[in-house]
């Protein structure tokens, strides 16, 4: 979209005097704004209205009490647009043992129930965070099966993924029948583009899809795409130890962003869901 000058001047700031179409992901139009004395990252979901950031904003105030996070500016509509204004990072290097201790510490955030208070619909893949005390029934029927009804739904799934996948969930249900899993905070899509490097080196966590769950969650999304050297799980153990035996269980974990990526990208993304599926 084209951000005219009248529609400049409706955001709660003043004097914009340079706009420059940034990278954000393939979700958002992203921005740099420049006022006379300010730089500002700005999000536009086109048509949405102002509901598609207030999950976003949520997870940013709630990683933001222990982690470093981009400051909310504004969220709000101009129009049917929806907006959300942060604060402009410069980027450099940093220590992936620190940021491990940050994800660490956003993972000893523990609640009572998993979910949140609110689901998020508005994205391309809904997301049913009703409250469980379960984290069979949660995991299982708000985040696997409705992925898999969809891929169903878009012919990307057979009767030898169906009868895989149904022996895995047997497994999973088998596992936590007996072992307890603690609500912790969530980032919810913990892959190497969604954190980055301050200027001065502070590791920092954006674009987050919070929920509380099983922390072993986040840790599969660090396993699949790289960008997560052993230096970044080294910090995160220093602070709070992930339980023996993690690596049998990420499969588990791996599979939920897989599924997603099969029904937002195709089937490049079948063979990785057919070598998880394969294991049980």
């Given at each position: 979209m084209s951000l005219s000058k009248a529609w400049l001047q409706q955001l709660p700031i003043n004097q914009v005097e340079k706009v420059k179409s940034v990278s954000g992901?393939?979700?958002?139009?992203?921005?740099?704004?420049?006022?006379?004395?300010?730089?500002?990252?700005?999000?536009v979901q086109p048509n949405r209205g102002k509901a598609f950031f207030a999950h976003e904003v949520e997870g940013l105030h709630l990683l933001g009490q222990v982690a470093n996070v981009p400051q909310v500016v504004a969220s709000g509509?101009?129009?049917?647009?929806?907006?959300l204004l942060l604060n402009w990072?410069?980027?450099?290097?940093?220590?992936?043992f620190e940021l491990g201790k940050m994800v660490a510490k956003v993972h000893q955030q523990h609640a009572e129930k998993f979910g949140l208070d609110h689901d998020f619909m508005a994205g391309k893949l809904p997301k049913d965070n009703?409250?469980?005390?379960?984290?069979?029934?949660?995991?299982?029927?708000?985040?696997?099966?409705?992925?898999?009804?969809?891929a169903t739904k878009k012919s990307r799934w057979n009767d030898w993924r169906q009868s895989q996948?149904?022996?895995?969930?047997?497994?999973?249900k088998k596992y936590y029948s007996t072992h307890q899993v603690v609500p912790s905070?969530?980032?919810?899509?913990?892959?190497?583009?969604?954190?980055?490097?301050?200027?001065?080196?502070?590791?920092?966590?954006?674009?987050?899809?919070?929920?509380?769950?099983?922390?072993?969650?986040?840790?599969?999304?660090?396993?699949?795409?790289?960008g997560f050297s052993q230096e970044f799980?080294?910090?995160?153990?220093?602070?709070?130890?992930?339980?023996?035996?993690?690596?049998?269980?990420?499969?588990?974990?791996?599979?939920?962003?897989?599924?997603?990526?099969?029904?937002?990208?195709?089937?490049?993304?079948?063979?990785?869901?057919?070598q998880i599926l394969r294991a049980y």
């Amino acid at each position: 979209m084209s951000l005219s000058k009248a529609w400049l001047q409706q955001l709660p700031i003043n004097q914009v005097e340079k706009v420059k179409s940034v990278s954000g992901g393939d979700i958002n139009e992203s921005y740099k704004l420049e006022t006379p004395t300010t730089q500002y990252f700005m999000k536009v979901q086109p048509n949405r209205g102002k509901a598609f950031f207030a999950h976003e904003v949520e997870g940013l105030h709630l990683l933001g009490q222990v982690a470093n996070v981009p400051q909310v500016v504004a969220s709000g509509e101009v129009g049917n647009d929806g907006f959300l204004l942060l604060n402009w990072i410069d980027t450099g290097q940093g220590s992936q043992f620190e940021l491990g201790k940050m994800v660490a510490k956003v993972h000893q955030q523990h609640a009572e129930k998993f979910g949140l208070d609110h689901d998020f619909m508005a994205g391309k893949l809904p997301k049913d965070n009703t409250w469980q005390t379960d984290w069979i029934t949660f995991y299982l029927d708000q985040r696997l099966n409705p992925l898999v009804k969809l891929a169903t739904k878009k012919s990307r799934w057979n009767d030898w993924r169906q009868s895989q996948f149904q022996s895995m969930s047997d497994q999973f249900k088998k596992y936590y029948s007996t072992h307890q899993v603690v609500p912790s905070l969530l980032h919810g899509d913990l892959w190497s583009g969604n954190y980055l490097f301050t200027a001065d080196g502070e590791p920092m966590l954006i674009d987050p899809d919070v929920f509380y769950g099983d922390r072993e969650l986040d840790i599969a999304m660090t396993t699949l795409f790289g960008g997560f050297s052993q230096e970044f799980y080294q910090g995160y153990n220093s602070v709070y130890p992930l339980t023996i035996g993690v690596d049998k269980r990420l499969g588990w974990y791996q599979l939920n962003y897989l599924l997603a990526h099969l029904n937002l990208f195709g089937e490049t993304y079948g063979p990785m869901v057919d070598q998880i599926l394969r294991a049980y």
